[in-house]
């Protein structure tokens, strides 16, 4: 007996998914709620490679939907310490652990090693980011998003459309877990359909997740989903990295009022003083923490006519 023999007698895997499974690398972005249902799982399940990649520390709010880490671990960084503890759920599974915040410069190297990307950071910038760049590539991703008692899991790009077609416009008002709050149940839950999906792409089971979206509202108690493979691709604005500003950028800082501009070169304005903004030759840079304000300024100019957009998200 070995510790797959139950996975291996599911019908459709058989010795062959699971070798297919032992020599496929993925790529975690995001070592928080989400992650911490997905990494075990994965790991557990016998995946060849994983490479975990998350800026933050633990903090004390966390744990209570964390799971992959103890008090103990509080002030340690989120992505080596999950990268050790799936090493010690299997120790088949090769682990690394990157303690980095993703961006458009980074991404293209960590995206070019797997085989399949799991968005598990829910930020605005990282989802658009992975999912421009796998489409791209021609790589699936499959990302979640959980607030409250809510949110949804999908699998996308690859042969699949790209978040943007689903999702071609970001909400009104960005709403987080410290702002909105998350229960943990919630959480884990999309986690394991994001593993779920994964397993399925990555050992070749059919019908596969790709093109599907799941939604979980655990506020009303209900399960639904649909199907999005023929939705069509949507045009959208692209995030850069601060190494990716060029010379000749106009740098525009909308973080709100009060805010000092973190980019040198900078310009602190407001989104209602985009309207009145004459608009420069040149590409023009919008900045804030999380996007989503990047995203409404460049909306607004692009009524006025600008093309040359792009946003950045320094989280800062």
Known sequence: MTRYDRQIAVPGVGPEGQARLGAAQVLVVGAGGLGSAVIPALAAAGLGHLTIADPDRVSLSNLHRQTLYRAADIGQPKAPLAA???AEINSDCRTRGLPLRLDPANAPA???EADLVIDAADSFAVTYTLSDLCKAAGKPLVSASVLG????????CGTAP???AVFPDLPEQAASCASAGVLGPA???LGAVQAQMALTLLIGLSPGPLG???TLDMARWHFGGFDFRNATEAPGFGFLAPAQIEPGDHLIDLRPAGSVATLPGARALGLDDLARWPIPPGRVVLCCSSGLRAWRGASVLAARGATR??????GQ
Do not use: E, M, P, T
């Open 162 to 164: 790209s978040v943007r």
């Open 187 to 189: 959480v884990a839950a």
């Open 149 to 156: 008692r809510a949110g949804y899991a999908g699998a996308f």
């Open 309 to 314: 957009l792009a946003l950045l998200a320094d």
């Open 110 to 112: 960590l995206i070019a």
């Open 212 to 214: 599907r979206l799941v």
């Open 84 to 86: 050790a503890r799936a």
